[in-house]
């Protein structure tokens, strides 16, 4: 039995930035992954979009244990959406 309490799952800033912009928006359950892939893609968050698809997992575990941004500062020049 594992008794380590679960850790935030790390994702790239701007993977984290897409995904508080879905759920702010609040047009779907963050729970519907396609959904949020849906909406990450009208919003121009193509990262998250991307990450979503390769990181089905570990998007379920954040949504329950948390996320944490790795990489740049928000906000940073060059950093893409």
């Not at 309490?5 to 359950?29: F, H, K, W």
């Not at 089905?56 to 940073?76: K, S």
Request: glycine share 10%.
């Amino acid at each position: 039995m594992n008794t380590r309490p679960q850790q935030p799952i790390r994702v790239p800033r701007e993977v984290l930035e897409g995904i508080e912009a879905v759920r702010e928006s609040g047009r779907t359950n963050m729970l519907d992954r396609m959904a949020v892939q849906y909406i990450a893609n009208e919003l121009e968050y193509f990262a998250t979009v991307i990450w979503l698809e390769d990181h089905r997992d570990d998007y379920a575990r954040g949504l329950f244990h948390g996320f944490e941004p790795v990489g740049g500062e928000p906000g940073a020049p060059g950093e893409a959406r």
